[in-house]
């Protein structure tokens, strides 16, 4: 990786994406993204101290701070372009059918499906300039589109009903991803959908099954070994392709 963009950086999953990238995978760009740069102080601590990561202002449900994210972007990487985008920031709950509102319906797509798509498409200029300019350098591999889904977005997977805002949100997400994969596949670019696993995060709270170092460990050797197999699908932290 040369560049790469994490959206929702200032925590949780995010926060280790950006740390585990820069310790360990030497890459010369670690873009973070953050609704709140004020708040994201574990996040600008880490940048103070490491001069690959830059702070952006990002949040997914804004385009004016998107479209201002991708000036910032294209002014450091200039003709390398952007080689991998992880659309990871997201919002949950459990709430059942009663408390399921239209307004909550739409913040969830906003948030998890929405966000990502047009992101994609505000970043996709970079995008495809990173790839043209990988094969120029023979680098070799795909750039990508990563987004985070989750197990609770597979309708396949669905056993248990409720949790309409998420399911529904990430399942619009996946077919986003599909799209995606289709579309860019003349660029070289995947698109691919990374399930985490349940995940200690404010999100998946204490109880989870992995910390985020164990989940951001294994997300990345899953990321390094995608190939054209798992393009468009739904892959999850241990590697294998889930239903959609
Ligand atoms: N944890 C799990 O068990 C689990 C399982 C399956 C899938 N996932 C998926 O993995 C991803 C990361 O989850 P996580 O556990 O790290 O969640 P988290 O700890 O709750 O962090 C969520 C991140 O998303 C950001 N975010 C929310 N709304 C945003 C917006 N409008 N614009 C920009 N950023 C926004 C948050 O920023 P603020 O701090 O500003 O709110 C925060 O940085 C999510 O897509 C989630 O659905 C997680």
Redesign the pocket.
């Known amino acids: 990786m040369r560049s790469i963009l994490i ?10 994406l950006v740390r585990k990238i820069v310790t360990e995978k030497n890459p010369q760009h670690v873009f973070a ?4 740069i004020n ?2 102080e574990v996040l600008q601590q880490f940048a103070a101290s490491n001069s690959t990561v830059r702070v952006l202002e ?5 385009d004016a ?1 998107v479209d201002a994210a991708v000036l910032q972007v294209s002014d450091i990487v200039g003709n390398e372009g952007l080689d991998v985008l992880i ?6 709950n459990t709430e059942p059918l009663e408390n399921t509102s239209r307004n909550m319906m739409q913040s969830y797509f ?3 499906a929405t ?1 990502p798509l047009f992101i994609t498409q505000k970043f996709l200029p970079l995008l495809r300039q990173g790839s043209i300019s990988r094969s120029a350098s023979s680098l070799g591999g795909h750039n990508s589109v990563l ?6 977005g597979s309708i396949e997977g669905n056993t248990s009903g409720g949790i309409y805002a ?1 399911r529904a949100s ?1 399942a619009a997400l996946n077919m986003i991803t599909k799209s995606l994969s289709i579309d860019l596949r003349p660029d070289n670019i995947m698109a691919v959908a990374l ?11 204490s109880f ?1 099954s992995s910390t ?1 170092e164990e ?1 951001v460990k294994r997300l990345l050797q899953v990321i390094e070994s995608l190939c054209e197999k798992e393009n468009g699908k739904i892959v999850s932290y241990k590697g294998n392709i889930l239903p959609f």
């Open positions: 959206t929702g950086a200032n925590r949780g999953i995010g926060l280790e993204g953050c609704r709140n708040k994201a990002l949040d997914v449900t804004k701070t659309n990871n920031a997201g919002i949950y906003n948030v998890n966000g987004n985070l889904t989750s197990g609770y998420y990430k399930d985490p696993g349940w995940v200690q995060t404010d999100m998946g709270g989870a985020t989940c």
